[in-house]
């Protein structure tokens, strides 16, 4: 079954532990990207990837990093988690272009 | 700046009817626009897309509409089902930009009442 699987589904953590959440696609797929979703702002992107080794800023990057070693595997790092990361946060990948991308079911994370 | 503007929060429609859900958008070199839907704990799914080089797409009982002087574009619904409710969101990519570009809406909150 094609798809996009994020792990964990729900992570609470204290401030300053670094934490990473994991995103892996079986669709073959050279585009990937992370969003996070707040109340009242949508769906806003972190940082995404165009192919193995590039990757390049979202719209709101500070806090975060990612790596591409991988076609299949797009990890969110969070070296020093912070209260305003709680977030709900999607990974998403996508044949090309102009094809739709495909979602993950969500890491909702809260930092404490 | 937004720049891909939803601005009725939510919706509320009866069983059967048309369901009409509006976006607006600012930046005139967007040429790709899409629709989501997403549930609750769920991730958001695709629904159907459109080029700027048309003015309507159709899918089933979805169809998207694209005004490219209005800068708008609007998802209609028919007819509509309960199992329609949920958040959409509409997405822009501007001309020349890579997946990473996909800039969204803050969605619309679908009811669709039986």
């Known amino acids: 079954e094609a798809q996009v699987t994020q792990n964990p589904r729900y992570l609470i953590t204290v401030t300053g532990k670094k934490l990473t959440v994991t995103c892996s696609q079986n669709?073959?797929?050279?585009?990937m990207s992370w969003y996070r979703q707040d109340p009242g702002l949508g769906l806003r992107q972190i940082y995404y990837s165009m192919n193995v080794e590039v990757t390049d800023k979202g719209d709101v990057p500070e806090g975060y990093k990612v790596s591409r070693k991988e076609k299949r595997n797009f990890p969110l790092i969070l070296e020093s988690p912070s209260p305003n990361q709680t977030s709900l946060y999607f990974c998403?990948?996508?044949?090309?272009?102009?094809?739709?991308?495909?979602f993950g079911q969500g890491t909702r994370l809260t930092v404490v | 700046d937004q720049q891909v503007k939803q601005n009725s929060p939510s919706l509320s429609v009866q069983e059967g009817r048309i369901s009409i859900l509006n976006c607006d958008y600012t930046n005139s070199m967007f040429d790709y626009f899409l629709w989501y839907k997403k549930y609750p704990a769920e991730g958001p799914t695709f629904l159907i897309s459109?080029?700027?080089?048309?003015d309507k797409n159709e899918d089933g009982r979805f169809t998207v509409f694209l005004n490219k002087s209005a800068k708008h574009l609007s998802l209609h619904i028919v007819p509509s089902q309960p199992g329609d409710s949920a958040v959409y969101f509409c997405?822009?990519?501007?001309?020349?930009?890579?997946?990473?570009?996909?800039?969204f809406g803050k969605g619309t909150k679908l009811s669709v009442k039986p």
């Open positions: 459109i080029s700027s080089i048309k």
């Open positions: 669709m073959n797929h050279e585009y």
């Open positions: 997405a822009a990519r501007p001309y020349g930009g890579s997946q990473g570009n996909l800039i």
């Open positions: 998403a990948s996508s044949l090309g272009l102009h094809t739709e991308a495909f």
